[in-house]
């Protein structure tokens, strides 16, 4: 009888966190807005040279010769935030995910879907330049150090634009692994779009997936001085590998990548840290990913994929304590580090991805004496979301241009600085501070963009220098894509 003692607690804070998720919001959410917004979000973030219909106007050409010191184009691509980098690794990551919210959530997505596509198609872009080379992967372009030492518009960048890759002597399967990830995912996308594209996206993936699996070993291993404390791989290469893997086998359908799944499930370990989802842990998404086969009743060979996606559900529910997880007072979920909204987000992406495959082949998830059902699943989605949207403490929206109160001062060098049309001449390297310290709001709305968001109190500094909470990124944003998408057409 002992263990039920400590078991009435739980399920009474699960109930009382559930009513309070489920608490009526008076006129709801323009979702299908935010979903516009959060798709406009990434044209504030392109680097190279804009094309015809690019809407963010403030925003012009930036970083034409990038590539140019080592004789490649390499023009193109993000921003990763709020600084000029070019970072491989996020941006193919982003890529993955923006990809996967096109082929799971695609069909919601109305008037934006051609929007979404685009935004796609502006990074496989340059991913395919990055891996023209067979056996290099060009994975940044930027000395970061240099670039963040100054505060100064793209379009004015004169840091060093140094050009770092991987090769066989210094390999990078981690980066590798997820740029192979975002090829093949995007290939999906393109299938039936752009049939040729789609073969081209496909056959680099393999050979990329190949470079990475043969020379194995972490970039921040080969590249420390320049990816670390940045993007540096903390959690290893494996879980690339098997991710890389999981999206050649849903792309190409090829036995062989089932087979390496099933043979390296141990020995990358694909039961790690199962309730971590981001650029640089994928175990959450390798294991929702690949659960879906088994759901479908294809692919028993995977049953282990879908024990540990049903305990990643279970560490997620309130009420069961889980060191790695937390709550904040007013629902958010909370995870330690920077940049909170980017676990948010991706982690609700996965809870409403996993609701779906449930829902279609009428399953539930056990944890321990009770289970989770789909509908479930949704609303703890449902409710990030909503929180991230104003349903918070502050009653603030953490998506610069939606609703009334959002963000007005974020980390974001081209948003605070003047523009080009209303400043044509140059702002030098340390003439930018002036803007940053400025107790005044951007000058330019960056519109979409979602801030790293509030501490573990729901409290939020609306301030440049505390870039944690106030700097968006593109991979917050593309998880929150797909997840827009569905509850604009399921409010």
């Known amino acids: 009888m002992a263990p039920k003692s400590h078991t009435l607690p739980a399920f009474l804070a699960f109930l009382f966190l559930l009513l309070l998720y489920a608490r009526p919001i008076i006129g709801g959410h323009d979702y299908h807005d935010a979903l516009r917004k959060s798709i406009l979000f990434f044209e504030g973030q392109r680097s190279g040279k804009l094309p015809p219909d690019q809407r963010v106007k403030w925003r012009r050409d930036s970083a034409l010769h990038d590539g140019s010191t080592a004789g490649v184009d390499l023009t193109g691509g993000y921003y990763d935030a709020g600084d000029n980098v070019k970072f491989g690794f996020p941006m193919a990551f982003t890529t993955t995910l923006l990809a996967w919210s096109i082929?799971?959530?695609?069909?919601?997505?109305?008037?934006?879907?051609?929007?979404?596509?685009?935004?796609?198609?502006?990074?496989?872009?340059?991913?395919?330049?990055?891996?023209?080379?067979p056996g290099v992967v060009y994975v940044q372009v930027g000395d970061a150090y240099s670039d963040h030492s100054c505060w100064e518009r793209p379009e004015d960048m004169d840091t060093l634009r140094t050009v770092y890759k991987i090769d066989n002597a210094h390999?990078?399967?981690?980066?590798?692994?997820?740029?192979?990830?975002?090829?093949?995912?995007?290939?999906?996308?393109?299938?039936?779009?752009?049939?040729?594209?789609?073969?081209?996206?496909?056959?680099?993936?393999?050979?990329?997936?190949?470079?990475?699996?043969?020379?194995?070993?972490?970039?921040?291993?080969?590249l420390h001085s320049a990816v670390c404390p940045f993007y540096c791989d903390v959690n290893g290469y494996q879980d690339e590998l098997l991710w890389g893997a999981a999206w050649l086998h849903k792309a190409s359908r090829k036995r062989v990548y089932r087979e390496y799944i099933v043979k390296n499930e141990v020995v990358l370990r694909a039961g790690d840290t199962i309730n971590e989802f981001g650029w640089d842990n994928k175990h959450a998404g390798i294991n929702v990913l690949i659960s879906k086969e088994v759901l479908m009743g294809k692919a028993e060979y995977f049953e282990s994929f879908k024990q540990n996606a049903d305990g990643f559900i279970c560490s997620l529910l309130p009420g069961i304590s889980h060191p790695q997880v937390q709550y904040s007072p007013g629902g958010l979920i909370f995870k330690a580090g920077g940049s909170n909204m980017q676990h948010v987000t991706s982690l609700s992406f996965l809870l409403l991805a996993y609701s779906s495959y449930l829902s279609h082949a009428n399953k539930v998830v056990p944890c321990g004496e009770r289970s989770a059902s789909p509908a479930l699943l949704k609303q703890l989605?449902?409710?990030?979301?909503?929180?991230?949207?104003?349903?918070?403490?502050?009653?603030?929206?953490?998506?610069?241009?939606?609703?009334?109160?959002?963000?007005?001062?974020?980390?974001?060098?081209?948003?605070?600085?003047?523009?080009?049309?209303?400043?044509?001449?140059?702002?030098?390297?340390?003439?930018?501070?002036?803007?940053?310290?400025?107790?005044?709001?951007?000058?330019?709305?960056?519109?979409?963009?979602?801030?790293?968001?509030?501490?573990?109190?729901?409290?939020?500094?609306?301030?440049?220098?505390?870039?944690?909470?106030?700097?968006?990124?593109?991979?917050?944003?593309?998880?929150?894509?797909?997840?827009?998408?569905?509850?604009?057409?399921?409010?």
């Open 171 to 222: 390999p990078g399967s981690d980066v590798a692994g997820e740029t192979a990830a975002a090829l093949a995912a995007a290939s999906i996308v393109f299938r039936s779009r752009d049939p040729a594209y789609s073969r081209l996206l496909l056959d680099r993936a393999v050979r990329v997936f190949n470079f990475a699996d043969k020379h194995r070993g972490a970039y921040s291993s080969s």
């Open 103 to 133: 082929i799971d959530f695609g069909r919601t997505m109305g008037p934006e879907l051609k929007n979404a596509v685009k935004t796609v198609k502006w990074s496989t872009d340059y991913l395919l330049k990055a891996t023209a080379k």
């Open 381 to 491: 989605a449902k409710r990030q979301v909503d929180y991230i949207l104003g349903d918070n403490p502050l009653e603030m929206s953490y998506m610069v241009g939606y609703g009334v109160r959002f963000p007005q001062r974020i980390h974001h060098r081209g948003s605070s600085l003047p523009s080009k049309e209303a400043h044509p001449v140059r702002i030098g390297c340390k003439a930018g501070s002036q803007y940053y310290l400025s107790p005044n709001p951007n000058p330019n709305l960056l519109v979409g963009a979602v801030v790293g968001g509030p501490n573990v109190s729901d409290a939020f500094p609306d301030s440049r220098p505390y870039f944690q909470e106030s700097e968006p990124t593109t991979y917050i944003n593309a998880p929150l894509v797909g997840l827009l998408a569905y509850f604009s057409a399921h409010p």
